[in-house]
């Protein structure tokens, strides 16, 4: 049997597979295309070039591409033998599949893209090892839900309900069908993640800093002094002006040696946007 997706074959850069006679050993199997970060996803064989991928029966094409290892919310368009499918479209045999990651900036307006409607208000939640993260994207006015005690039902039930991206390292939860916006974080320092979700994201336009609580995700409101005396400390009172409370936990905030820290944070994180930044 002729294998076309060993390692060995790397040097096949072009679309077009010779197919053997031996091929007839097996039951069925497609040629495979994946564009751009999709590829983070895939053995370095298989990266960048077309392969060839067995199957048996007539499995859907969602079923097929997250056996290769890509969960299907990363997907925003698959082309078989040229022409747009959703997810439930069943192989036979003999296609060929291109697919394309939710974020590929190529125009493919005339084709059919698996999610027409991209969730317009950006919301989060974040499996629980992503603890920092969740706080950076608070810090920085992005409604986030986190638990460090959530199990994978609790993400899916959220995400589903109240209609929020699923932000994991754990590409297992992605491909969970309920699941129809998630993002597999490629880095894991939490300021490349952060980085890394308002760029995939294109939230530039949208960072709202010191305007949500980052223990608990409640909104910020400027309250006057008198009305938190009683919580601060003496030389805080005597120091600070300006204060703020969280409508959620009623935690007090104000422009500490903490604030100036995490202004420095944010101050970094706008250098990185593209300039001139996109708005939305
Ligand atoms: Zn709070």
New binding site residues.
Partial sequence: MTLFDEPGLDGCECDMLTHDSSMNDSPSACTFRFYEELNDFLSPERCKKPFLHRFSGTPSVKDTIEAIGVPHTEVDLILVDGISVDFSHLLKGDERVSVYPTFERLDITPATRLRPTPLRKPQFVVDVHLGKLARYLRLIGFDTLYRNDYVDEDIVRLSVSERRIVLTRDRGILKRSDVTHGYWLRHTSPREQLKEVVGVFDLWARVQPFCR??????N?RRVDRPSVLERIPLGIARDFQEFSL??????VYWRGSHYERLARLVQELLQAAPSPPSRK
Avoid at 213 to 218: D, K, L, Q, T, Y
Avoid at 246 to 251: A, F, I, M, N, V
């Fill in positions: 609580c980052i223990e608990c995700n409640g910020l969280c409508d959620g936990c009623e935690r």
